[in-house]
């Protein structure tokens, strides 16, 4: 079976772009794949954080997915600091990714510009992201489109360690949802819906009420023409309800476009709030069971963690004798 790896950050809110374009899908890939799902916590600490926040959050976020469907049996579920092999690696690899790579990436510029002082760990950030999928000889990366850069530089460095060094790390490729990769912010139709608080109308949050959840949709902002097509450029709204429409269904972006021919927005708007609604009513619904039990949750974590560490501790080794550094005992590459 491929094997399958993907993180979310513990910061912030849940929301509608991260179920839609990642988290349900890992619920599928568990099944047909053999998959670990990480809480990427470390990643979280490369924009300034409160410590207890981060510890509730690690937690809600840890169990949101459980609650979305991930089952601790089917899948490897863990907090990526449980496995320090995830750090290990990446001072390794930070010796093949270059400065220039770094700078490149558009996160890093979207999330540096204006700031004050930027960390070295925002700047490092793709590195520890290509630790996280090269350290489970990962096949596929299920991912929205802003990850898309980073699964590339993954796969860079991963060619060229081998290159250097011979072959050691399975190069991975990032897949990507038939619709919903990019959903974008209902209330700014060209931005994507996004973690930080800037839209709390525009973002649709894993744990809404169902009520909050049909109203932001029903307001969401389209334009003053009346044709639902699916047209990114000209009709971003619209176009963006088509396709959480179509992901919500299962369905395509055109069948989703003929089901709404000839009709007004609002017909469009009332389906859309209630396939939400119904996708995420399970989830809510489940989260507050689990989130009863807390020290369940910690067990299972720390289960997961041994899982990962097992299969983690030799792919380190692998990256640590290639690259010749001299293994307790004695034994390296060479010998
Ligand atoms: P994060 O926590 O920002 O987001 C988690 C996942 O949600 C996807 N996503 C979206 N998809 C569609 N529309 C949107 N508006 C939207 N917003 C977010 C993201 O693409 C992501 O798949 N760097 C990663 C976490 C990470 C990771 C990894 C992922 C760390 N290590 C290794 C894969 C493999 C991130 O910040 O995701």
Redesign the pocket.
Known sequence: MPRV?????P?GDM????Y????SRWVEDQDRHDALF?V?DL?ALTVPWNPAELTARTREVATLLMAAGLDPDRCTLFV?SHVPEHSILTWLLNNLATYGELHRMT?FKDKSKGQESVSVGLFD??V??AS??LLYD?DE???????RQ??EL?RDIAQRFNHRFGDTFVVPKATF?PA??????LQNPTA????SDVSPEGTVLVLDDPKVVAKKIKRAVTDSGSEARYDPETKPGVSNLLELHAALTGGTIAASEREFAGLQYGALKTAVAEVTVEALRPVRERYAELAADPAELDRLLAIGAEKARSMAAPVLERAYRHAGLLMPGGASATT
């Open positions: 790896f993907s993180g979310i950050k910061t929301h509608l772009g991260n839609i374009g990642a988290v990480c990427v990643h990526q996160q950030y793709p520890l992201m996280d999928i990962t990366v299920p991912v929205g489109d802003d990850q980073h699964v993954t949802p919903g990769a990019r959903i974008m912010d994507k819906m996004s973690k």
